[in-house]
């Protein structure tokens, strides 16, 4: 262990952060466009093919406007309470996010939460 992680805060609860849920523009599925996608997004066509269609359409749009796919706020992001709209539904890269590793430091200090994290 080094001195940085030492300094680290411990982090238990994602409640009211949302920091790893601001650059990705839309929800991370995987291969979600050549119709055949991880279990989530499987799962999603079947249960809730609306947010499947919305995905697909703000994509489109995004490309038309020659706008990048990455950088801000995910799409299911909910401001008001810095939660996912539809959790139970998230990309398996977003069940993968480890809360409390080096990653979910770094998103809480872009975004400004345990600013001094990195600090000497
Ligand atoms: S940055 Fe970390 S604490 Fe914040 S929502 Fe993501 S995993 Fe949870
Ligand atoms: S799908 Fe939900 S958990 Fe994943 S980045 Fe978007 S808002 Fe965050």
Redesign the pocket.
């Given at each position: 262990m080094n001195g940085t992680a030492m300094r680290l805060p411990v982090?238990t609860?994602?409640t009211a952060?949302?920091?790893?849920?601001l650059v990705v523009t839309a929800p991370p599925f995987q291969r979600v466009f050549d119709g055949e996608g991880e279990e989530a997004w499987e799962r999603l066509r079947r249960e809730r093919p609306d947010l499947v269609d919305a995905i697909v359409a703000d994509a489109r749009a995004r490309r038309q406007a020659g706008i990048p796919s990455y950088g801000t706020p995910c799409s299911w992001f909910e401001p008001a309470t810095r939660a996912c709209r539809h959790y139970d539904h998230r990309p398996r890269a977003c069940r993968d996010?480890?809360?409390?590793a080096i990653?979910?430091?770094d998103?809480?200090r872009r975004?400004g939460?345990d600013a001094t994290a990195f600090d000497p």
């Open positions: 982090i609860s994602c952060c949302g920091a790893c849920c996010f480890a809360i409390g990653d979910c430091h998103a809480r975004a939460i």
